[in-house]
């Protein structure tokens, strides 16, 4: 029988070297169980099966496992290193970033009947240890890429991070995984200059927040103008006094698409890592920037995830790490994420994106990227580049 889907095997033109990278791929089943939110207790399921009503936040399964059953179907799968076997992040490795009140009110609830502890934040009976499986597997990652066990790695994390304030989560997000594992390798001596690049479609504030005043942290987030939050991500915030330049904002206009992107990884993101020099580059990769996403108004596709991870590649050198944040439409965030691992990897095999057409055709008129040029060329002044 013909699979329905198709994939095939071919010399891929974005292939970055002659053999395959040693990638890692990190997911849980148990991530996907997270999100029923306050009603969980309604359908108990004994905490053996994925809990009722998961599918019906924004912030849902679906996205990940589908990406998940993608790279199984195409075979993909079995040339990256997929690992399981999660170490959960502690609570020294948690309070080196959050406050120590604020984990053990998250771990009353969780240990209760779950809640929504900040702004758009429910989690259901056992929240605290999924969040807490989903910042291990990041740190997980990037300890692996750090000691040379891997050339680079994914963690499919769930739930995100990037939005998670010391003391208050908002925007789906309970744990800042990234900072987390930032804070977890430091402290074990294995990186002093780290770089934070965020192409979620939302500004990356907790982030931002957390290693404002952090000169030995570089954090970049390009997103959709006054998204979410409304209040924060403008190209002013440059870091604090004791880390000036070390954050740099890309609001885009919304209608930006793939050259707006790309204009934004050659002009603002690469000059600012080139003259930052970092030990390792993190992405907090988002695929809400998608043409089809029903949470923001851009034009990204798969193609566009997939140059800028190969322009990152190049910079480093094929080493990177990547913690999935947003993106919230499950008919293409599969096809995103398996465009940006084949990259990751070097695989010859390849999936067809099927709205890649219609994403292309929709395209802004290059009046709307000269302008978004004009924006990013003013932002790369502010910073000297």
């Not at 890692?24 to 009722?52: I, Q, T, Y």
């Not at 056992?126 to 994914?154: K, P, T």
Request: aromatic share 8%; glycine share 8%.
């Amino acid at each position: 029988m013909q699979l329905a889907i198709p994939f095939t095997k071919v010399n891929c033109e974005s292939k970055t070297n002659d053999k395959m990278n040693q990638t890692g791929f990190f997911w849980h089943e148990r991530c996907f169980w997270h999100g029923a939110g306050n009603f969980a207790f309604l359908l108990p399921a004994g905490g053996m099966v994925e809990p009722s009503g998961t599918s019906r936040l924004p912030e849902a399964p679906e996205t990940k496992r589908r990406l998940k059953n993608l790279i199984d179907v195409s075979g993909l799968a079995d040339e990256l290193i997929c690992s399981t076997a999660i170490i959960p992040a502690n609570e020294d490795e948690l309070v080196a970033v959050h406050t120590s009140s604020y984990i053990e009110h998250f771990k009353r609830c969780s240990a209760e009947q779950g809640g929504d502890l900040g702004l758009r934040t429910p989690f259901g009976p056992g929240g605290f240890e999924i969040a807490c499986l989903s910042a291990g597997m990041v740190r997980q990652a990037l300890f692996a890429v750090l000691d040379g066990q891997l050339d680079n790695a994914y963690a499919l994390s769930r739930p995100p991070g990037h939005h998670c304030l010391p003391d208050f989560p908002n925007g789906f997000c309970l744990l800042n995984n990234i900072a987390v594992a930032v804070q977890a390798v430091r402290r074990a001596g294995k990186a002093e200059r780290i770089a934070i690049v965020d192409w979620d479609v939302h500004h990356g504030n907790g982030t931002e927040h957390i290693f404002y005043d952090d000169a030995n942290v570089l954090t970049i987030s390009v997103h959709q103008e006054r998204n979410y939050p409304l209040d924060t991500g403008d190209a002013s915030d440059t870091g604090g006094q004791a880390a000036l330049f070390s954050n740099l904002n890309i609001p885009l206009l919304p209608g930006g698409g793939h050259m707006t992107y790309i204009y934004a990884m050659q002009r603002l993101i690469l000059p600012k890592l080139a003259a930052f020099k970092p030990d390792i580059v993190i992405v907090a990769c988002g695929f809400d920037a998608s043409g089809v996403d029903p949470l923001s108004r851009m034009l990204c596709g798969s193609d566009t995830f997939c140059e800028m991870t190969k322009a990152l590649m190049d910079f480093t050198g094929n080493r990177l790490v990547m913690a999935h944040e947003g993106g919230y439409s499950e008919i293409h965030v599969p096809f995103c994420g398996h465009h940006v691992l084949q990259q990751l990897s070097g695989s010859a095999i390849t999936v067809n994106d099927p709205l890649s057409p219609r994403i292309t055709a929709q395209q802004p008129d290059i009046s709307l990227n000269l302008l978004q040029e004009k924006r990013m060329n003013e932002i790369a002044e502010l910073h000297q580049l």
